[in-house]
């Protein structure tokens, strides 16, 4: 039976499986690796992700100040490692302006390699996901290489393509100064084999410049990331809601082969707001992100408030969000996010019955005392009670 808080999570997900076409199942990109289980941004958490049966992962990269892209969310690292237990780094903490917006910590470009070798990472989230916090301290910051390193080793292991879908962050503040993405990424993915279109390798950046610049340097294909709120930070003056009309669409298109929104900006409250098919009308195609399964990371009609776990009902937002026609999903966890998007047998039969549930509760009200019973008639069809 559904749950009283759910119903409301299953009427929308029947009315947009209804609603969509018949279409290829979105793939998954594990987020910063399987990072909901292990701390973001280590080789453990993207040989996790691999083995979990994700399509392709994702690295955050960032620059030492000799030039060496690592994986890390952002330049500062004081929340994702143990730098502030190292007293000889006291004094590399400072205060710099990223983005227009102060930030203070210690920053990777003020570490050559071998100094950031010496630190070891840490759960970004402890109070949220403290059983990650088991694996502190065990792994290194990993370099760009070395991840490729791993996914080859890893498609000879398990004999499949294991996808690349790097994040250029804060370009411009690194390039201002001298530490451009673009020659060390190209050059890197160059050498492993990594040069055109058909190749699985997507780059994104919430960027435009560096995009466009990508663009005349590359065949690989690249993912214009995008928020609700703000806009580049290359671009003053343009908004990323400008940039999500047709024309700005349009425009998007130029330079790149998708865009990546939040998923609040494909499916609200009532359903699907229609960014889907205009991108796709543009040619481009549609990256969510990012889905989780804890309850504040959750739209209110997915979260449940009494689970012990503080989880919500993950495989509805998953099958929710697919049925609005994205081309791939960001999750942090991509094992479950798989298995809502291919559940086993027993799972597709009551998924069956929520759906016929949520149907018969649109066609009359239910009240506390009057609980759902469905039956079916000889010929396998719903019948509501």
Known sequence: MLR????????????????????????????????GERPEHTLAAYERAIDQGADYIEPDLVLTRDGVLVARHE????????????????TRRTSKTIDGQPVSGWFTEDFTLAELRTLRARERLPQLR???????????????????????????????????????????YFAGIGLPHQPPLLALLSRYGYQTEADPVFIQSFEVGNLKALRAATRLRLIQLVDG????????????????????????????????????????????????????????QVHVWTLRMENGFLPAAFQRPDDPQGRGDFAG??????????????????????????????VLSNLRRERITALCFRRRPVTPSAPSSISQTATGKARCP
């Open 4 to 35: 009283p808080g759910m119903y409301r999570a299953a009427i929308l997900l029947l009315t947009l499986l209804m609603a969509a076409p018949a279409m290829a199942e979105p793939f998954i990109i594990a987020h910063r690796g399987a990072s």
């Open 75 to 90: 330049n500062e690292i004081g929340g994702t490692t143990d730098v502030a237990d190292h007293p000889e780094f006291a």
């Open 130 to 172: 403290p059983a990650n916090s088991r694996f502190n301290d065990l792994y290194l910051i990993p370099t760009f290489e070395e991840i490729l390193k791993l996914v080859r080793a890893k498609e000879a292991e398990l004999g499949r393509r294991i996808g690349l879908y790097p994040e250029t962050k804060h370009p411009g």
């Open 229 to 284: 709120e703000g806009g580049p930070a290359d671009e003053p003056g343009t908004t990323y809601a400008d940039m999500m009309t047709t024309q700005g669409l349009q425009q998007i298109a130029d330079y790149a082969d998708g865009i990546g929104p939040a998923t609040a900006m494909v499916l609200a409250p009532d359903g699907a707001t229609g960014l889907v098919d205009r991108a796709h009308q543009a040619g481009l």
């Open 317 to 346: 937002y998953v099958r929710a969000v697919a049925g609005t026609g994205v081309d791939a999903m960001f999750s942090d966890f991509p094992k479950q996010a798989r298995q809502a998007l291919n559940p086993a047998p027993d």
